[in-house]
């Protein structure tokens, strides 16, 4: 009797089987595939799932990134963006501060402000209360998406309150969604190794459970390229899976590839290309019951963010005008992007631009 050995190519092969049946892939699937040389292979996998859901239409939001403070009582290692209080380029903006800030740089269309920073120990949970207040009365029609799930955390321990009392006070205030920061890695060890001082593992999935109970449609992202293994980005990768089994309340997963401290960091300090598209296509793969991967082109630069649309990534992100936290960290993308930028970056993949809100609902397509 002949015995068959398994093979590169026949892992690929059931693998292959797996996902045009819509069976899903196992810890094992994900690991080889990112021990595997075949992007082609991977990438086409990735397009077939991603047009079986979104077909043709690549999505993309006209949104402003802004940063109430960058005080943080954390001192996470790949950070670049924290100060303390009283160094030099530390700052807590009033509301007011950050509607003149807005007002000079806001332009027509804008329907999302993405809201993120510091965790500021020096102020109260009534002041970011308050900051979203100021933003919702002054924009009511621009929706807020609002703190990641680490600030939650966060809030709920200078507050006293429960994530849940946090939240309602917060939606009260305008909140509509929360962003997807604070997950980096969902490993214990890698936040021992990273000193991730905020939201552990089971406190950042509990923050994102609660908000979705309360009905909030939240994002999620994986911070990857430093000191963790492949293995732990599919178990990462696995357990915003299985959140998503018991909630659905995920609208899109957000690889975000490590930026380097150092805008001159050499090339060798930064993910392959190969290592970024590869990530956006095995995150198709695994996240079976997720619609939306987002390529963020802060992170990749916007030609790969191009060729990531026949990879697996339906969403470009959006507009920005003026991004922060990563470009602390020596990225070398541009800070924003005009709306005509974006649809001619999704038509020159072939594919049909299409304006959302937060929560994917159409604007506008660009046939």
């Known amino acids: 009797m002949n015995i068959i050995i398994p093979n590169e190519h026949s ?13 899903r892939l196992t810890h ?17 996998l990735a397009n077939e799932v991603n047009l079986r859901k979104n077909g043709n239409k690549v999505y993309f939001i006209e949104n402003m990134s802004l940063y109430f403070t960058n005080v943080c009582e954390a ?27 807005v007002e000079k740089h806001i332009h027509p269309g804008v329907r999302e402000f993405h809201i993120v920073g510091g965790h500021n120990p020096h102020v109260p949970f009534q002041y970011y209360v308050d900051s979203l207040q100021a933003l919702h009365d002054r924009y009511p029609d621009v929706t807020l998406k609002a703190y990641t799930a680490a600030e939650i955390d966060f809030f709920s321990r200078i507050s006293g309150l429960s994530y849940r009392g946090v939240l309602e006070e917060l939606m009260k205030a305008g909140l509509k969604s929360l962003t997807g920061g604070g997950a980096e890695i969902l490993s214990d060890e890698y936040r021992r190794k990273m000193r991730v001082e905020k939201a552990n593992v089971s406190q950042y999935l509990d923050v ?10 939240t994002h999620t992202t994986m911070l990857y390229g430093s000191v963790e293994k492949h293995a732990d980005r599919i178990w990462h990768m696995m357990q915003i899976r299985e959140l998503q089994d018991e909630t659905n309340g995920f609208l899109v997963f957000i ?3 490590m930026q380097p401290i150092s805008p001159k960091a050499s090339i060798r300090r930064r993910n392959s290309a190969f290592e970024d ?18 390529a963020y082109f802060i992170n990749i630069g916007t030609q790969l963010t191009q060729v990531s649309l026949t990879m697996g990534a339906s969403d470009v992100h959006g507009t920005i005008v003026k991004e922060r936290i990563s470009h602390a960290a020596g990225a070398l993308t541009p800070e924003g992007i005009t709306r005509e930028d974006l649809v001619w970056l999704i038509k ?20």
């Open 277 to 294: 598209l590869k990530t956006i296509a095995i995150s198709r793969l695994m996240l079976d019951n997720f619609q939306h991967i987002k």
């Open 75 to 101: 001192h996470c290692a790949f950070c670049n963006f924290r100060k303390d209080e009283g160094e030099e380029g530390a700052y807590t903006l009033s509301g007011a501060e950050m509607i003149d800030y």
């Open 11 to 23: 892992q690929m092969q059931q693998i292959s089987e797996k996902v045009r049946a819509g069976e």
């Open 28 to 44: 094992e699937d994900g690991v080889f595939l990112y021990q595997s040389d075949d992007l082609l292979t991977i990438g086409q």
């Open 255 to 257: 690889p975000l590839s």
């Open 348 to 367: 020159g993949a072939g594919r049909i631009p299409v304006e959302r809100d937060t929560f994917y609902n159409e604007v506008k397509v660009y046939e």
């Open 208 to 217: 994102h459970r609660t908000a979705h109970q309360l009905g909030l449609r």
